[in-house]
């Protein structure tokens, strides 16, 4: 991403408080006169993607305990781009890893700041399409990674594990839908309404096409 470039301010002084899986640095910023001191996270960037598996028709997601927030999660897969490594090396390997799917096309979707007041990391969002799974992936170490499939998305980060329209209905048989999942995480929220968006348009295209071509 391009750098913002503020002639006011100027940092003076960086100071590394805590290392370990990632930084915390204590930084002074001086406007003028004024000087104040702010925390910020070294986490590196990182890289993520919206899957779907052209064969199952499905989009794969991950769930996976997150500590910060102590509790578990459906999310796109991610994770941190290593030194040498470009976004799209970064997701090839992480969907290898966390979901032994192999990818067949990937599509550049956006870059952006996942929290600027406290971080400077990137994220990269791509949306991948996949057709072979060649190994059961669960990340690595001690990730714990599960796959969940996911039969259509919704509008505002809704996921349907079960899609309503193509359910198989027996007389007497009481059916039960589960409710769809709300995500609460920012890339894949960005992730799925951007394929939500997308396809969308698709659909009044080919509705404009198609109205065309009747009246030729």
């Keep these: 991403m391009e750098e913002n470039v503020v002639t006011e301010y100027q940092v003076t002084d960086r100071e590394v408080i805590h290392e370990g899986f990632?930084?915390?640095e204590k930084v002074t910023v001086e406007k003028g006169d004024?000087?104040?001191?702010?925390e910020v996270l070294r986490t590196g960037n990182c890289s993520s993607a919206l899957i779907y598996d052209t064969v199952k028709e499905k989009y794969i997601f991950v769930e996976q305990f997150r500590a910060a927030v102590e509790g578990v999660m459906v999310e796109i897969v991610a994770g941190s781009i290593d030194e040498g490594e470009t976004p799209e090396q970064a997701i090839k390997r992480e969907i290898m890893e966390e979901t032994g799917y192999k990818?067949?096309?990937?599509?550049?979707?956006k870059d952006f700041y996942t929290s600027p007041g406290r971080t400077d990391e990137i994220m990269t969002v791509f949306y991948a399409e996949v057709s072979e799974q060649v190994n059961e992936g669960g990340g690595i170490g001690d990730e714990d990674i599960s796959l969940v499939e996911v039969e259509q998305i919704g509008m505002g980060g809704r996921l349907f594990f079960q899609d309503p329209m193509n359910m198989e209905m027996t007389?007497?048989?009481e059916q039960k839908l589960l409710p769809p999942y709300q995500l609460i995480d920012?890339?894949?929220?960005?992730?799925?309404?951007?394929r939500e968006y997308n396809s969308t348009l698709k659909d009044m295209a080919d509705v404009i096409t198609q109205a065309k071509i009747r009246t030729m």
């Design 22 to 24: 990632v930084n915390l």
């Design 34 to 38: 004024s000087q104040r001191t702010r």
């Design 103 to 109: 990818v067949d096309s990937l599509v550049h979707v």
């Design 171 to 173: 007389a007497g048989v």
């Design 186 to 194: 920012a890339k894949s929220l960005i992730a799925v309404m951007w």
